[in-house]
């Protein structure tokens, strides 16, 4: 189906009831869970600031043990101690460059060698470019830390989660996904051939994220594995450092203001990740921990299949091999 069939289509089927939805439940607060997570192994990308490190400690303050995915080693050693200090759990992490794919790659697989099950997966790292920029391997930034960067880790879990029902991945999304009105260009996911805003990337990832999603809940389907995605609410974090200093300072003195706590978020994933009313809920966007109908081109499944492949590509996991040197069947579903 073209662009302009696909525009049409899309046009549609949106929904003012859909928007309504999204504003109301915008100003509702998320369920709390109060259950003990002793034992349990939490995995989280981008833990030591924002949503990410308030998401590492409410998940220790009720026993789980981390395992956080960072850049900077220096904070991961002070959240380390900090979150074994005030709670006695432990607390390890892993130094990745989530823009690079040798990094991704390399943590993936460390993450599948794991001689424990992890419970919950949550991918929580990103960035927010109001320039195009190219990473080390040639692909634009933002595509990558939002959206690359978690499909090649679910990718190459598959297996090990496969083998240890009740893993839940939980995918930090946006409402942003919604600037991405009109569908993704899985031929310029790139942005080679059109021009570059801010917004317009990262609705793009933000949309390819929930696309792959509804691909990864057929994987997973009958395995008792589940993988949702999340809009955190309105609140304060640091996407945005990487820009210049007029965009910091208006995001310092205007954005951040109008912010809530990123509390609220950390209490919407812990009930996505540990809550009983999630049992067997998956390919499902959430606002927070009201489930919500996303934007229509987030629901388009031949485009989910098509961006599949693409994923693949970029990714370069056409002929990967796991840890034991089996090798991962490529083919779409």
Known sequence: MGRNSKFRKYFKEYRWSNIAAMIRNNRAEPEICT?????????????????????????ASR??????????????????????KEYGTKCDYRIADLSVLADIHHVAGELAALDRPVDVLIHNAGVYMTKRELTVDGLEKVFVVQYLSSFIINYLLMNK?????????ILVNSEGHRFAAWGIRPDDLNWDRRPYSGLKSYGSAKLAQLLSMLVFAEQFRGTGVTINAMHPGAVKTE???????VYRWF????????????DMSAEALIWLGASGKMEGISGKYFNLTTMEEPAPPALDMEVA????????????????????GAEVLVRST
């Not at 996407?239 to 200093?245: D, K, R, S």
């Not at 299949?305 to 034991?324: A, C, H, I």
Request: charged letters at 30%; glycine letters at 10%; a positive charge.
């Open 305 to 324: 299949r098509e961006l599949w492949q693409v994923s693949l590509e970029y990714g370069k996991l056409l002929q990967q091999e796991d840890r034991s």
């Open 63 to 84: 026993g789980a043990d981390l395992l956080c995915i960072n850049r900077n080693r220096e904070k991961s050693e002070a959240l380390r101690l900090e979150i074994g």
């Open 239 to 245: 996407t945005g450092q990487e820009n210049g200093p």
């Open 161 to 169: 989660l496969k083998s240890q029902p009740g893993s839940r991945i």
């Open 35 to 59: 259950c003990d997570l002793t034992g349990r192994l939490v995995v989280i990308t981008g833990a030591t600031s924002g949503i990410g490190y308030v998401t590492a400690r409410k998940y």
């Open 251 to 262: 995001k310092r003195n205007f954005i951040d203001r109008t912010l809530k706590s990123p």
